[in-house]
């Protein structure tokens, strides 16, 4: 591994980043059809309708997460071949992204039987998701597969284009680490296939890795807000891996600590302040209405599910997945005739007139809590929450919810281990490979000497405290009296 050298041949100049270099396959990459699409992606959809600066592209996000990885790598002493892995990896995660990035994935992720049936089918999500609350899954980033997810779309992207598979063969045939399996694998956050780049997973798909820092970096930038302040030169002077029964942990010396606070932090600020936006959530609610009604009509621009994935595995010498861009929703907005759905008319004709629905009288409530209970006591008595299981089509709920880390102490950790243990659901060796999984998946804590802990686990971190607190933001919009 040792042999591979990361030799740059060229640059671009970055917003956030400065000069970022790459190397002769990045290039090559960089300049297919199929990666320049994403210049056609906003990275936060219709946020720049509310914060004008926000034009950022997947494009230039994936450029800048290739760049951090490989900051990280350096940092943690990795080899040229295992570099130029993660660049890869970090370069190619978001190929498959959808237009208007999250607000499509989401429209094709859970796409309701009845599309057209508009307020029932939000007072439904609002209801589960208020529902859903004290849920809390051993490992958040392990969700049941959706083959609809953006990284299971950018894997089948990759996997199937030959254009991307030459490249890679004719700049690193001779690397057997550098293989289109390994990059999807770090990419997915595949840990077991290969243990060999579970390092590398991390710095790509973990709770502090490449992608987050650079979105929560650049959002900041391009949005003009000040969560994204972020000591980046001392994150990655504290940045450590080691091995822990035979699985490698990427964490933080605890020097680091305050950092990745820091980091946790302003990443809850800028979902609270930036993507839950009261103007941002409607406006994303109406553009992911408008989405499930294209995809039901099966228009040329929003494929039905199944076609979509046909779309993606011969898109190879084709256009119908490279025009699957933000100009898609805007084509589709202007000229697909809805007729059978009043909702959808009335957010068509606000979207082309640049408006939005207004909050009723009630606007919202926000209420930051610890336990399912605690929310339940500040919600029921509010109007807005009674409304929400009212069957009247006179208002549409808004629910958002996040947490400052996904992860727990060990103690609360071990006890729900301890439950499916007793009840039989995993093995004993399957339960040693979760806690080793936990560990890869968080924010990590490593001292010389001492066994790997969480933030969550450490008194000197902020997330001992906070590992528990949420903030939940319900709103309420009118919809128009005709209706």
Request: aromatic fraction near 10%; proline fraction near 4%; include cysteine.
């Amino acid at each position: 591994m040792d042999g591979y050298q990361v030799r740059f041949i060229d640059k671009i100049l970055d917003n956030v980043h400065g000069f970022i270099e790459f190397t002769a396959v990045e290039k090559e990459i960089i300049e297919l059809p199929i990666f320049k699409r994403l210049q056609s992606i906003k990275q936060l959809g219709l946020t720049n309708w509310i914060f004008p600066g926000a034009e950022h592209t997947r494009f230039i996000h994936s450029l800048g997460v290739m760049h951090l990885a490989d900051q990280m790598a350096i940092q943690l002493r990795y080899s040229g071949e295992e570099r130029q892995l993660v660049r890869l990896a970090g370069l190619l995660h978001d190929i498959g992204h959808y237009p208007l990035s999250h607000v499509g994935e989401r429209a094709y992720k859970s796409l309701p039987a009845n599309p057209e049936d508009v307020v029932r089918n939000q007072k439904q999500r609002v209801i589960d998701g208020l529902h859903s609350v004290g849920d809390t899954r051993l490992h958040y980033m392990q969700e049941p597969s959706n083959p609809y997810h953006h990284e299971h779309i950018t894997e089948q992207v990759i996997k199937s284009d030959g254009d991307i598979r030459g490249i890679i063969d004719r700049h690193c045939g001779g690397c057997p680490l550098i293989t289109i399996e390994n990059i999807c694998d770090i990419i997915v956050g595949n840990v077991e296939r290969n243990p060999k780049i579970s390092g590398l997973v991390q710095l790509v798909h973990s709770e502090l890795d490449a992608d987050r820092i650079d979105y929560i970096m650049r959002d900041a930038t391009f949005s003009g807000t000040s969560y994204g302040g972020f000591e980046l030169g001392l994150f990655l002077r504290n940045l450590a891996r080691t091995d822990y029964h035979g699985g490698e942990i990427i964490g933080v010396h605890p020097k680091g600590i305050s950092i990745a606070d820091q980091f946790l932090m302003n990443r809850y600020y800028s979902y609270t302040q930036v993507f839950f936006n009261r103007h941002v959530s409607i406006l994303e609610f109406m553009a992911r209405t408008l989405t499930e009604i294209f995809i039901s009509k099966n228009t040329s621009e929003y494929p039905s599910p199944e076609v979509l994935l046909q779309y993606i595995k011969k898109h190879n010498g084709k256009t119908e997945f490279l025009y699957f861009t933000d100009r898609a929703f805007w084509d589709s907005v202007h000229h697909v005739s809805m007729g059978y759905s009043p909702y959808a008319d009335v957010f068509q004709e606000l979207l082309l007139k640049y408006q939005e629905l207004d909050l009723t009288e009630n606007k919202q409530i926000s209420v930051t809590f610890s336990s399912e209970e605690e929310l339940r006591e500040h919600l029921k008595e509010n109007p807005i929450c009674r409304n929400v299981y009212r069957d009247d089509a006179e208002t549409v709920p808004i629910l958002n919810i996040e947490s400052f880390t996904h992860q727990q102490p060990s103690a609360v950790y071990e006890q729900k281990l301890l439950k499916l243990l007793g009840e039989g659901k995993i093995s004993p060796q399957q339960a040693d490979i979760m806690r080793i999984r936990r560990l890869q998946e968080g924010i990590t804590i490593i001292e010389e000497g001492k066994e790997p802990i969480l933030l969550s686990d450490s008194p000197a971190s902020l997330m001992s405290r906070l590992y528990s607190t949420k903030v939940c933001i319900l709103r309420e919009y009118a919809l128009p009296v005709q209706m």
